[in-house]
DNA sequence: CAATATGGAAAAATCGATTTATCGCTTGTT
DNA sequence: AACAAGCGATAAATCGATTTTTCCATATTG
């Protein structure tokens, strides 16, 4: 009975007019819900919605409303866990209004950001949340003010003129990091940071800085700035360590580096805690379950979507006032990879002079 | 000189076709490259889109066109690298056919996955891809068929009868998983698996097991099926080893279960591969940087998202035929967690009796 | 009882495009 | 010179909704 209506043509409001014996203009304020329509013309609308199985069409519906019920969501990269969770939060919360949510990614190219932002200015988005390549000031964030589009930046940023931010509180964290580290005993430290997004490497890396040397002045504090890819940074790590340069601790500023760290470890013979710490920054769900267990910096995830949300909505309702820049603060989980420095063998037998 | 349009309406095609000096239609026919057109008003109207900054409405576009360039992709979860590259290899596939991407994750609900598949008919998807929470008999499926979507289901499929489908091929590659657990002298292996997507684990399940008992008969597999949720998972796994079962190898056939697998080792201070031997279906960046490297089931993504979108365009292009189930090729990459049973200190002491 | 107010619904305009039908003008044919 | 054909372009219809305007009854008022 309801076969041949599979490869139909899907019913319009029109043809719901036509079911119900009103117009189409009727149809569409019952389903808003407007209150001067008949009670008998509401039943016999919500008849024909349910007989023909009548859905609106939220495009064409917000062709007409002038804003579109759609919000952008843009990313850097769509594998790693920490961006699937913040689309997966951006969705959740986007439903809950009502929006939809179009995720894209840039694959860490600002140019493909740049037309990425311009076709959901094509879709006329009623809001962007981004999170740039490499900072607050690229073409896509410029793009988006020029277009005169309401977004939010989040994750690698720092405070901006032009746009709210969010993103974690690395700073603090990272001051927290080094305050652990240097609790331990350790005086050596190297930290693995991204080449790319000056800015906000910087202050994370000017607070681990300012902070170990403020708790004991003698600290040491290598770096190592790299691209993202693999290789590169894995040369440049094996170079350091070729030079016989021997940190008692590593901090990774970012989840690839952990990785590469953690295998040039195990390349080298060394074990995690006993040869040399290692925290990274950005949790991971493998890092609680092998051996040792690596120490974290967890970044508040829900949060930052959260909030990126609420500022971006309470723009998009129209909200005036300056930017405004939150920072939402990291967990610092101190696992098994991080330890007091000179209990290992090789830091035991080679201490640097 | 450009500040007052920031806040300006966007151009309409009306607004290029006044500029320009011609009619609306002039403009849509040279946007589309139509030829019957005079050069002279040709170059007219790229003048006039030059001038006002003019993008076609892509949404308004597909209104008429009764077609809309969207395909729409429906995962279980963002947060996984799977997953996450399948949604990167398909948005780049359709952008490159230009189509839109819209992706939205069920979130290992089928209830929701049946909402969100609802959604995307509202929208007038072209197409959808759907990797489906459970199997291809779900709610979801039916849905499509009901209203004649057309759309291709992978991963976690087998052959079915009214759709395309798409999978890596799990049951090979389990065999030859089980060939190399048995050829390094592994008699006594534990399989996990999850419970809920029944005829697609079973599948795999019983071509391990076949190809265990062909290539030695006095092979031993024991099977947990388990929730995709950590804890359940760790539970039934914590009794099985509490029991004092001492299988010398455990093959996993979900990325979780690897990683809980691993996890239970660790709590119980067995080491990889002395103590016990370990692959996991479904691969990983951090597999092959910890310490010991860990074996893995190594899908073809790329391969599975350019087989689903070609044979979904096809469709989409009216291309007939009953449904085919391609089966793509997995390479097994054996690493340092897998090694021969008995050398290690526990299974050298306490054999199975 | 005529004039006005009002409630409810239909008709028409609109959103931003594409597509079809139509029209005016030039050119070619006889 | 008259008519058909063809080219280019425009007007109008369309997609599927929403919103504004118009309209017809009925109810209220003077």
Same mark, same amino acid.
Request: aromatic letters at 6%.
């Given at each position: 009975m309801v076969h041949r209506e599979a490869h139909a043509r899907r019913p319009?409001?029109?043809d719901?007019?036509?079911s119900?014996?009103?117009?189409?203009?009727?149809?569409?304020?019952?389903?808003?819900?407007?209150?001067?329509?008949?009670?008998?013309?509401?039943?016999?609308?919500?008849?024909a919605?349910e007989l023909l199985g009548y859905r609106?069409? !939220?495009?064409?519906?917000?062709?007409?409303?002038?804003?579109?019920?759609?919000?952008?969501? +843009?990313?850097?990269?769509?594998?790693?866990?920490? =961006?699937?969770?913040?689309?997966?939060?951006?969705?959740?919360?986007?439903?809950?209004?009502?929006? *939809?949510?179009?995720?894209?990614?840039?694959?860490?190219?600002?140019?493909?950001?740049?037309? +990425?932002?311009?076709?959901?200015?094509?879709?006329?988005?009623?809001?962007?949340?981004?999170?740039?390549?490499?900072?607050?000031?690229?073409?896509?964030?410029?793009?988006?003010?020029?277009?005169?589009?309401?977004?939010?930046?989040?994750?690698?940023?720092?405070?901006?003129?032009? $746009?709210?931010?969010?993103? *974690?509180?690395?700073?603090?964290?990272?001051?927290?990091?080094?305050?652990?580290?240097?609790?331990?005993?350790?005086?050596?430290?190297?930290?693995?940071?991204?080449?790319?997004?000056?800015?906000?490497?910087?202050?994370?890396?000017?607070? $681990?800085?300012?902070?170990?040397?403020?708790?004991?002045?003698?600290?040491?504090?290598?770096? /190592?700035?790299?691209?993202?890819?693999?290789?590169?940074?894995?040369?440049?790590?094996?170079?350091?360590? *070729?030079?016989?340069?021997?940190?008692?601790?590593?901090?990774?500023? =970012?989840?690839?580096?952990?990785?590469?760290?953690?295998?040039?470890?195990?390349?080298?013979?060394?074990?995690?805690?006993?040869? +040399?710490?290692?925290?990274?920054?950005?949790?991971?769900?493998?890092?609680? #379950?092998?051996?040792?267990?690596?120490?974290?910096? #967890?970044? !508040?995830?829900?949060? /930052?979507?959260?909030?990126?949300?609420?500022?971006?909505?309470?723009?998009?309702?129209?909200?005036?006032?300056?930017?405004? *820049?939150?920072?939402?603060?990291?967990?610092?989980?101190?696992?098994?990879?991080?330890?007091?420095?000179?209990?290992?063998?090789?830091?035991?037998?080679?201490?640097?002079?």
């Amino acid at each position: 009975m309801v076969h041949r209506e599979a490869h139909a043509r899907r019913p319009s409001i029109h043809d719901v007019a036509n079911s119900a014996g009103v117009s189409a203009a009727t149809v569409s304020k019952v389903l808003q819900g407007v209150a001067t329509v008949k009670p008998e013309n509401v039943q016999r609308v919500f008849d024909a919605v349910e007989l023909l199985g009548y859905r609106v069409d !939220p495009l064409a519906s917000d062709l007409r409303r002038a804003k579109r019920r759609i919000i952008g969501a +843009i990313v850097p990269e769509f594998e790693s866990e920490f =961006f699937g969770s913040v689309i997966t939060q951006l969705e959740r919360l986007a439903e809950q209004r009502g929006y *939809a949510l179009v995720a894209a990614s840039s694959r860490e190219s600002e140019t493909r950001e740049k037309e +990425i932002l311009a076709r959901m200015h094509d879709w006329r988005v009623s809001g962007v949340v981004l999170a740039p390549v490499r900072n607050e000031h690229g073409p896509a964030a410029g793009f988006m003010k020029k277009n005169g589009m309401t977004g939010v930046l989040i994750d690698r940023v720092l405070a901006d003129d032009a $746009f709210d931010t969010v993103s *974690a509180d690395s700073v603090s964290a990272s001051a927290e990091v080094a305050r652990e580290l240097v609790e331990r005993g350790h005086r050596h430290i190297l930290v693995l940071g991204l080449g790319e997004q000056a800015a906000t490497v910087r202050a994370r890396l000017d607070s $681990f800085r300012e902070s170990a040397l403020q708790l004991a002045p003698d600290t040491r504090v290598d770096v /190592i700035l790299s691209e993202s890819d693999v290789e590169p940074l894995r040369s440049s790590l094996r170079d350091y360590f *070729a030079k016989g340069e021997r940190p008692t601790a590593v901090y990774s500023l =970012f989840l690839r580096g952990t990785l590469v760290a953690l295998s040039e470890f195990r390349r080298r013979g060394w074990h995690c805690p006993n040869d +040399i710490s290692l925290v990274g920054f950005d949790d991971a769900e493998w890092m609680q #379950v092998t051996w040792p267990a690596i120490a974290a910096v #967890v970044q !508040p995830v829900r949060q /930052i979507a959260i909030e990126a949300m609420d500022v971006l909505f309470r723009r998009i309702e129209g909200e005036g006032g300056p930017p405004m *820049a939150r920072l939402e603060p990291c967990k610092v989980l101190m696992r098994e990879s991080v330890g007091s420095p000179g209990s290992g063998p090789h830091s035991g037998g080679g201490k640097r002079q």
